[in-house]
């Protein structure tokens, strides 16, 4: 999150979710040529799902992500993306893909205000963009924006259930995120005719291969979604700026707050209830 927060400030939204996508995609492909050539057929049936997948966590995914951290902190898009597996309890729950027990939804909700903590006052403050206040219209924008980059995860991880007992996880991301560069790649490119550029710093280029390295981190995700429920596996996108600051805090020599904690305790006691094995009903 933090490294989007920076590349997109110099390079335009279509571009970056573009190069992100492509190189995460080439990644996982090298890995298919490698591993797995002969067990990457999909049957016609299924590109339809394949496609819905691929619009959503890897078209419309990105691009929320690229658009709304223009105008919204670091900080407080972390705590919008906490609300991934909110969306996922909800989607699980109109679609009948997945059932939770009481102890689980406490886990959730548990796991959402940890975060709140973790990332403490920096998520009330008015948010800022290149040292400017942003406009309260664009704040909103780009709030609506990172919360529906949110709902995106619980999408991927509920309409995905349906394809994984017939795929690989290989099988599915590979195939999904280069349908998702076909649909990124035309908006790119007139992105870049118009002039839109972008700044290609060596910073931002290192940054960018980072980002797209994230294509193994796709491919794990996707495997734990073929072993557990869609909630159980998105509950961990809350991990993402626990560790973030504490890195940061080893890093920068921050100083660690009781909040922080208390905001890290209840997150991880979050995952665990949510992730808890159901005790088998005795006969």
Request: aromatic share 10%; glycine share 10%.
């Amino acid at each position: 999150m933090a490294a989007t927060r920076v590349v997109a400030q110099d390079i335009p939204p279509f571009t970056l979710a573009a190069v992100r996508i492509g190189i995460g995609a080439a990644v996982l492909w090298a890995l298919v040529l490698l591993f797995h050539r002969y067990g990457m057929r999909v049957e016609r049936r299924d590109w339809k799902l394949f496609f819905i997948l691929a619009a959503f966590y890897f078209t419309a995914f990105p691009l929320s992500m690229a658009f709304g951290f223009q105008v919204t902190e670091a900080s407080r898009g972390a705590l919008l993306m906490a609300t991934s597996p909110i969306w996922s309890v909800v989607l699980g729950r109109i679609t009948g893909h997945e059932s939770l027990i009481t102890r689980q939804y406490l886990g959730v909700a548990i796991s959402v205000v940890g975060i709140g903590l973790v990332l403490g006052e920096s998520t009330l403050s008015p948010a800022e963009s290149g040292g400017e206040t942003a406009s309260t219209l664009a704040a909103i924008g780009g709030a609506l924006l990172l919360l529906f980059a949110a709902a995106c995860v619980g999408i991927y991880g509920v309409a995905s259930q349906p394809v994984f007992a017939r795929y690989s996880a290989l099988n599915v991301s590979a195939w999904t995120m280069l349908i998702g560069v076909t649909m990124l790649l035309p908006l790119a490119i007139v992105e870049i005719a118009l002039g839109h550029t972008g700044g290609f710093s060596s910073q931002n280029s290192l940054l960018m291969l980072f980002l797209g390295s994230l294509g193994i981190a796709q491919l794990m995700f996707v495997f734990s979604l073929t072993r557990l429920s869609p909630t159980q596996v998105v509950i961990y996108v809350n991990f993402n700026p626990l560790i973030a600051t504490a890195i940061g805090a080893a890093l920068l020599e921050e100083t660690l707050t009781r909040t922080f904690i208390f905001g890290a305790i209840a997150v991880i006691v979050g995952a665990v209830l949510v992730n808890w094995p159901k005790q088998n009903p005795q006969r």
